[in-house]
């Protein structure tokens, strides 16, 4: 069974600073995706960047990264530069080889202070 | 930008009353989903959808749900009869393929209150 742990419930971070959301995972399919999505106060779920795990380098999106350790199964996402409009639920996702379902992880509260 | 629409985006029901939630996926894609959010939970997988038939489903998934794609555009979640615990964000979601690259597109999210 796949299972994603997101440990970090709230973080607050002042605008203009970087931010990583922690993202580990377990999985023992060597095929596998991972998502990351921006949740605002209004609900809706934004994706924001997708990294393979056969992929030789971090997935980078405008600001947005993500730090990839296969070995460590993490897949930290990185916020650059953030701002206001940044403050939401990030949840951290994952999707194996022949499953239809994204696993979510219960999901970090990032509040960005002025 | 294609995006993925619901209706309604809140609905208020009586326990034991049957909804339906609807969802138009983005026009070229293949695969729909409903997903469900209990307020301050994380996001749930309820059921998979291709080729008219479900694909893969989870125990949530049990005999009191039901989905269907009626017409060309819309995707539809049926809960027969309604439970207080149904209370949630209901989500729908699509995407081009069902490989493990491939991203799933969310709805903006139908919020289902149960009384």
Redesign the interface.
Known sequence: AQKITQTQPGMFVQEKEAVTLDCTYDTSDP???L?W?KQPS??????LI?Q??YDQQNATEGRYSLNFQKARKSANLVISASQLGDSAMY?C?M???G?????????TRLTINP | EPEVTQTPSHQVTQMGQEVILRCVPISNHLYFYWYRQILGQKVEFLVSFYNNEISEKSEIFDDQFSVERPDGSNFTLKIRSTKLEDSAMYFCASSDLAYRTDTQYFGPGTRLTVL
Do not use: C, P, W
């Open positions: 095929s596998y995706g998502f999505y209004s609900g809706e779920m934004i994706f997708y393979g795990s949840f996702a999707r194996v080889t499953a239809q379902k994204l696993v979510f992880g219960q999901g």
